[in-house]
């Protein structure tokens, strides 16, 4: 699971660090650049082309500093939830 899901986000977007903890529970942070607004399309084929897709929580920051942009959104039990509107 470990690799897969770091190889499916280094695949899908332009990663500029990686950074995991390999323990009792897996922490994986990576920085990746994407245009303007939270990727949810790829994001959401990501995760559902992930066998281990509903037993992962993840958690995204997006920001555009340009143009004010700030998006938080969580992924959990198998569904994206953008956290300022859920």
Do not use: H
């Not at 994986?28 to 399309?41: A, G, V």
């Amino acid at each position: 699971m470990r690799d897969s899901m770091t190889e499916s986000i280094a695949k899908t977007f332009n990663c500029n660090d990686i950074n995991s903890i390999d323990g009792k529970i897996f922490e994986c942070e990576i920085d990746f650049d994407s245009k303007w607004t939270f990727p949810y399309k790829e994001m959401e084929k990501m995760t559902q082309e992930l066998p281990e897709g509903n037993d992962l929580y993840i958690r995204v920051l997006s920001y555009e500093f340009n143009c004010d942009y700030i998006g938080y959104n969580i992924y959990s039990s198998g569904e994206w939830c953008d956290k300022f509107d859920c």
